[in-house]
């Protein structure tokens, strides 16, 4: 066992029950809170609300937010307008793919899962919107601005897409795995990261096959 742990080769999180309750727990906290603030955005943000004039400007924000209702019915970045099917099939196969590196992710690398987790929290709450409106309920949009920043318009915001939570789970978790990879941690467990390790060290303890001379010796 402690061979196993200073390797780092434990085994995958699929036999890992513990595991999986942590990848339930943040995913439903993580849904559980971009759901909850997309029906609040929807409900106060979408018409005749409070926060938001006729022409949509934000009259409330928060330090570094505006609030800003959008009905989004493409990508990242409005790319493939109302190609819904199309991001419902994706997001189907990156979920499979997900589950699948999460299964096989080393059973006590934390960090690693939290981020998958938070992804695949992200992807399940932009699909729900997807299956439920047809679009995806955007309604943050971040404040920074800059007279240089030709690309966002008149005001030059910085970043000038409106998202969501959803969002910024998917951005986390992304840019922690791609930190991760950057510091060389495996991403898979002993089964698909370990196999050709382990069999190497198998073929190393097996006896070499004595040859005739020196049997005769």
Sequence with gaps: MHRLQKTGREGPAL????????????????????????????????TGNRYADAQGAPRHSLPLLDLLWQANHGAVFGIGQHRTGLFIVFTLAALGLLAWLYAQSRRR???????????????????????????????????????????????GYLWPYVFNVADVWISIGVVGLAILWLLGEPVCGQKCAGGKEQSEAETQKKPSPSSPSDKAS
């Design 109 to 155: 690398a934390f960090i690693m899962q939290i981020m998958l987790s938070l992804i695949v929290a992200g992807a399940l709450g932009n699909l729900y919107d997807r299956v439920t409106f047809g679009f995806v309920r955007d309604f943050l949009r971040l404040k920074a601005t800059a007279d240089w920043a030709f690309w966002g318009g008149p005001e």
């Design 15 to 46: 036999k890992s029950a513990a595991a999986w309750i942590r990848f339930a727990v943040i995913v439903i906290a993580a849904s559980a809170a971009d759901l909850w603030t997309k029906a609040w955005a929807q409900h106060w943000l979408e």
